[in-house]
């Protein structure tokens, strides 16, 4: 079975220090994974694809097969990036996502 | 509209009662999921529709849980004999095309409280 997993519930970090959230997936077929994020008060997001090897606001992600990861790093933390941050992973034929239950990011000054 | 619209925000029942969520999807979206986020969890997907038919309905816990989407935009969840257990935020979330890796776009989500 589908299943994603985020092992922390939550992560601080100081303003300009690294940041990586960590996710692990578990699937049979071909993954594809994203990542979400709810900043406080604002509806869900999504902040970037695997399949688009994009950088967006400074975070990068690399699918790794053979250790069923896709941990999501930015080099120097920002006050802004404090959020909840999901993995997730695309199933049931590309028609829906089985989340993870999500980090807590908290930059602290 | 600018986005996924659902109303109400906020909903409180009684043990048993009957609810409706409402969910507007973003103009020319032809795709529509709900998904369930209890606390501390993350969404759980619940139906997905393509146009006006449930293309998948997997997710949904039993058969006091319907949804509808009669003429393929706006969409209504429907609880019967709502339980504490439903208590939750109700996530709607809508795509332009279904499938493969088209961003779903969420709504601010309906907090559900069954007292």
């Known amino acids: 079975a589908q299943r994603v997993t985020q092992p922390e519930k939550l992560l601080s970090v100081f303003k300009g220090a690294p940041v990586e959230l960590k996710c692990n997936y578990s699937y049979s077929g071909s993954p594809e994974l994203f990542w979400y994020v709810q900043y406080s008060r604002q509806r869900l997001q999504l902040l970037l694809r695997?399949?688009s090897r994009e950088s967006i606001k400074g975070f990068t992600a690399d699918l790794n097969k053979g250790e069923t990861s896709f941990h999501l790093k930015k080099p120097f933390a920002q006050e802004e990036d404090s959020a909840m941050y999901y993995c997730?992973?695309?199933?049931?034929?590309?028609?829906?996502?089985?989340f993870g239950t999500g980090t807590q990011l908290k930059v602290e000054l | 509209g600018a986005g996924v619209s659902q109303t109400p925000s906020n909903k409180v029942t009684e043990k048993g009662k009957y609810v409706e969520l409402r969910c507007d999807p973003i103009s020319g979206h032809t795709a529509l999921y709900w998904y369930r986020q209890s606390l501390g969890q993350g969404p759980e997907f619940l139906i997905y529709f393509q146009g006006t038919g449930a293309a998948d309905d997997s997710g949904l816990p039993n058969d006091r849980f319907f949804a509808v989407r009669p003429e393929g935009s706006v969409s209504t969840l429907k609880i019967q004999r709502t339980e504490r257990g439903d208590s939750a935020v109700y996530l709607c979330?809508?795509?332009?095309?279904?499938?493969?890796?088209?961003?779903?776009?969420f709504g601010q989500g309906t907090r559900l409280t069954v007292v």
């Open positions: 997730a992973l695309l199933t049931g034929g590309g028609n829906k996502l089985t």
């Open positions: 695997h399949i």
């Open positions: 979330a809508s795509s332009p095309v279904g499938g493969g890796n088209t961003e779903a776009f």
